[in-house]
């Protein structure tokens, strides 16, 4: 498995920004699909935006037009950019890698980071 660990998250008042960011050990030469996924209390973890490695982005609906999902290769990081935060944005988020392959023969499966707290308050 690739170790994903997760930044950037914490406390900001709603219309504000916070900008995630997922580094992953080691390099990565392929993966199928990377995204961000959140999870708030009671609810099940739910998509916020992935990333194919044609590099097709796919958002949900609540975060189109606010948050911009982003990778820098050569750091092996992803991004979540999350402007005009709302209070329902509230969540653990979770970075994530499906697919991936760490050579060309050597395939590492899924990965989850840890998670990281945002609190949007009103």
């Known amino acids: 498995q690739v170790l994903l660990v997760e930044s950037g998250g914490g406390l900001v008042q709603a219309g504000g920004s916070l900008r995630l960011s997922c580094a992953a050990s080691g390099s990565i030469y392929r993966f199928n699909t990377m995204g961000w996924y959140r999870q708030a209390p009671g609810k099940p973890r739910e998509l916020v935006a992935t990333?194919?490695?044609?590099?097709?982005?796919n958002y949900a609906d609540s975060v189109k037009g606010r948050f911009t999902f982003s990778r820098d290769n050569a750091k092996g990081t992803m991004y979540l950019q999350m402007n005009s935060l709302k209070p329902e944005d509230t969540a653990v988020y979770y970075c994530?890698?499906?697919?991936?392959?760490?050579?060309?023969?050597?395939?590492?499966?899924?990965?989850w980071g840890q998670g990281t707290q945002v609190t949007v308050s009103s």
């Open positions: 990333i194919t490695s044609g590099g097709i982005t």
């Open positions: 994530n890698a499906r697919g991936v392959y760490i050579s060309k023969y050597v395939y590492a499966g899924d990965s």
